[in-house]
C-alpha cells in the first residue's frame, strides 16, 4: 500500500520568496516519486520526478526537489517565487505494477501555492 | 506531437440527456486513464486500458461507460447523469514499457455540469 501526505493545503508566499512545499508518503517498496503541478482550468502538468539516482531532482521552472529516504520526503522547493508560480501542486507516488500492467499514481491532496506581489 | 487532447471543453447536459467526452492522443501511448475531479481535489481515478483492454475500473456507476476504439482513441460515455457527477474529467495517457512508463500526460479536461 502507499499514500502520500501534503502538509498544507494553502502557501502563501510573497514575490521572490523561497517556496517550500511538503510531500510525506509511505510505499512498501522503492516508490517512484513525482511533483504535478495544475494550473486554474487545465490538466495536470509533470514538474519533476524521482525513480533512481540522484536524489537531488530539478524540474522545470526553477523547480527542485530532494528524495530523502530516512525522512520519507520529497519536498518541492524553488528559490524564488514568481507570480505564476501560483497554482495547485500535487505530490504522487507510484509503485511498480505488476508485469505488463500500468503505473497507477496515489496523489496528495494537493498544495495551492498563493504568490503575492 | 506531445499532447492528449479532450473535447468538448465545457458541457452542460439534463439528467435524461446522452453524452460522450473524446480525448486523443498521438504518442503511441498505450495506457489510457479517465479520472475525475472535484475542485480543490486531487483527480480520482475511473478506469484505465491497456493495449485498448479495460484493465482498471474503480467501481464506478454503470452511468459512465468508457469506451476505447482504437490506440489513439478513449471515449466516456455519459448516460442518466446527476447533480454531484459534475466534476471535471481527465484524460491521460502514458506508455506500457520504458522509462516513459511511470509518467501520465494529462489533458487539460473537460468539464462537466449536470442540471
Known amino acids: 500500500a502507499q499514500s502520500v501526505t501534503q502538509l498544507g493545503s494553502h502557501v502563501s508566499v510573497s514575490e521572490g520568496a523561497l517556496v517550500l512545499l511538503r510531500c510525506n508518503y509511505s510505499?512498501?517498496?522503492?516508490?517512484?516519486l513525482f511533483w504535478y503541478v495544475q494550473y486554474p482550468n487545465q490538466g495536470l502538468q509533470l514538474l519533476l520526478k524521482y525513480t533512481t539516482g540522484a536524489t537531488l531532482v530539478k524540474g522545470i521552472n526553477g523547480f527542485e526537489a530532494e528524495f530523502k529516504k530516512s525522512e520519507t520526503s520529497f519536498h518541492l522547493t524553488k528559490p524564488s517565487a514568481h507570480m505564476s508560480d501560483a497554482a495547485e501542486y500535487f505530490c504522487a507516488v507510484i509503485s511498480p505494477p505488476p508485469s505488463g500492467g500500468s503505473y497507477i499514481p496515489t496523489f496528495g491532496r494537493g498544495t495551492s501555492l498563493i504568490v503575492h506581489p | 506531437d506531445t499532447e492528449v487532447t479532450q473535447t468538448p471543453k465545457h458541457l452542460v447536459m439534463g439528467m435524461t440527456n446522452k453524452k460522450s467526452l473524446k480525448c486523443e492522443q498521438h504518442m503511441g501511448h498505450r495506457a489510457m486513464y479517465w479520472y475525475k475531479q472535484k475542485a480543490k481535489k486531487p483527480p480520482e481515478l475511473m478506469f484505465v486500458y491497456s493495449y485498448e483492454k479495460l484493465s482498471i475500473n474503480e467501481s464506478v456507476p454503470s452511468r459512465f461507460s468508457p469506451e476505447c476504439p482504437n490506440s489513439s482513441l478513449l471515449n466516456l460515455h455519459l448516460h442518466a447523469l446527476q447533480p454531484e457527477d459534475s466534476a471535471l474529467y481527465l484524460c491521460?495517457?502514458?506508455?506500457?514499457?520504458?522509462?516513459?512508463?511511470?509518467?501520465?500526460?494529462f489533458g487539460a479536461g473537460s468539464r462537466l455540469t449536470v442540471l
Open positions: 510505499s512498501s517498496v522503492p516508490p517512484y
Open positions: 491521460a495517457s502514458s506508455q506500457l514499457q520504458g522509462s516513459g512508463a511511470n509518467v501520465l500526460t
